[in-house]
């Protein structure tokens, strides 16, 4: 709702819940006329769109009752638990004819999109290494919620839920993935989660690129994220998440943007809580949706789709596949058949 107030032509009129009371409580706190515990009964009514913010399991669900009514729909992260889930969807909506657009409003940092500017006009050439490194902090107070940490509604740990974000960017840099090797372990939170929360892996691009992707929930306190490319004269160009929620360049000798910036970690520096970085990622959550909206006003694709959201969903059961196994998992970029 935070990302929602203000947005110039948004008026939300409805919420759903399979709590009656609980979307009752959403809707008076929120000055929202309607409340249904059925989501068939409120799009029934005629909504122009629907956001999905429900735990991950019951993405599909929301996604496919959207195309039934013919409603555009715009989902939370992670798109579905599995690619097979998410192939659904898409043919669902495509077959419906309505917009479907995944939140990733890290995308929407300037950080990151000063990255893909300067590959898109040359100043970096094509990426032909990169990295991600996520090191955030989740105690047991966050897997209270009894959703998470658990396979069957979270679908993983760090990598399904945190890292997302930042293997959606490396992606979004670096461009279709051919192989994926990975290791998943829970070191710290045995006994809590059924997930992981700790992650390696190693990532071969179609290009030939080569890329790293390390993430853990285990660091007291956390440490932030980053995503890093570098080109074949050597030009990289970084974004830091630090504190978490906050998105800036940390290290760019692209031309014209050559920044270097240190000791912004302080040792022992408190964790924000999760309330405050939901806070700071609302300015970007806003300018997704109203991108969405755009794209539905214009007949167009919304910035980040439903097959954008599969490939970086890809990647993660790739690693996860790999971990069970202990071979490279090969993929193909043709998700979207």
């Not at 429900?54 to 715009?74: D, K, Q």
């Not at 097979?84 to 419906?96: D, L, N, S």
């Not at 740990?157 to 293997?167: K, R, S």
């Amino acid at each position: 709702m935070t990302a929602l107030r203000g947005i110039a032509g948004v008026e939300v009129v409805a919420a759903v819940d399979v709590d009656i009371g609980r979307a009752r409580a959403f809707a008076a706190t929120h000055g929202i006329p309607h409340a249904y515990q059925d989501a068939d009964r409120m799009l029934a009514t005629g909504l122009d769109a629907v956001t999905v913010c429900t735990p991950h399991a019951a993405h599909e669900e929301g996604v496919l009752a959207a195309a039934r009514h013919r409603t555009h729909v715009l989902c939370e992260k992670p798109v579905a638990l599995t690619v097979a889930q998410a192939r659904r969807m898409i043919v669902a909506t495509g077959e419906a004819g309505v917009r479907f657009g995944v939140l990733f409003q890290r995308r929407f940092w300037p950080a990151a999109a000063r990255i893909r500017h300067a590959i898109d006009d040359g100043r970096l050439g094509t990426p032909i290494s990169g990295g991600v490194l996520v090191r955030f902090n989740r105690d047991a107070g966050y897997y209270a919620e009894p959703w998470r940490g658990r396979l069957a509604t979270e679908g993983g740990g760090v990598l399904m839920t945190q890292a997302i974000h930042h293997i959606d960017l490396l992606r979004w840099f670096m461009g279709p993935v051919r192989r994926v090797t990975g290791r998943c372990a829970t070191l710290v939170h045995r006994g809590l989660i059924e997930v992981e929360d700790t992650a390696a892996a190693v990532v071969e691009f179609a290009s030939g690129a080569l890329a790293t992707i390390q993430a853990g929930t285990t660091f007291q306190p956390g440490l932030g994220g980053q995503v890093w490319v570098s080109d074949a004269r050597g030009r990289t160009a970084s974004v830091l998440e630090f504190p978490e929620g906050v998105g800036c360049t940390d290290l760019s000798t692209v031309p014209g943007e050559e920044v270097s910036q240190t000791g912004r970690l302080e040792a022992g520096a408190p964790d924000l809580p999760l309330a405050e970085i939901h806070d700071h990622l609302a300015p970007y959550h806003a300018t997704q949706i109203e991108d969405f909206l755009d794209a539905v006003a214009h007949d167009r694709e919304p910035a980040v789709t439903g097959l954008d959201a599969v490939r970086s969903l890809q990647i993660i059961e790739a690693i996860y596949a790999s971990s069970r196994t202990g071979t490279p998992v090969e993929l193909t970029d043709d998700v979207e058949d």
